[in-house]
């Protein structure tokens, strides 16, 4: 079982990165992709998921309304579009599976966002 994310990266404030998470090693149509990012002192804040039917939630009104989680099942991907990104939004962003039936939940290794001048 794996979830590689990619697409982290520096970027000034106002800028955007599309994060994308690539799974493999199980249904991946059967669990809930979340995305769970962790700032330096902070605990893990789940910031967006998306149910194995296409519903999307996000957790926050910080990030509601600049951040859009989307799937594509035939490549087995979830990506996490976040746009006028804030020093706020600084985090590792961690790929989050959850197949609830099972009781499985898988994590991938993060991807280091970073929004500064």
């Known amino acids: 079982v794996q979830l590689v994310e990619s697409g982290g990266g520096v970027v000034r404030p106002g800028g955007s990165l599309r994060l994308s998470c690539v799974a493999s090693?199980?249904?991946?149509?059967?669990?809930?992709i979340s995305w769970v990012r962790r700032a330096p002192g902070k605990g893990p804040e789940r910031v967006s998921r998306?149910?194995?039917?296409?519903?999307?939630?996000y957790s926050t009104n910080f990030v509601r309304g600049r951040f859009t989680i989307s799937g594509e099942t035939a490549k087995n991907t979830v990506s996490l579009l976040m746009n006028n990104l804030k020093p706020e939004d600084t985090a590792v962003y961690y790929c989050?599976?959850?197949?609830?039936?099972?009781?499985?939940?898988?994590w991938g290794q993060g991807t280091q966002v970073t929004v500064s001048t």
């Open positions: 989050y599976a959850e197949r609830i039936i099972v009781r499985q939940t898988y």
């Open positions: 090693g199980f249904d991946f149509k059967s669990a809930t």
């Open positions: 998306l149910s194995p039917s296409g519903g999307a939630t």
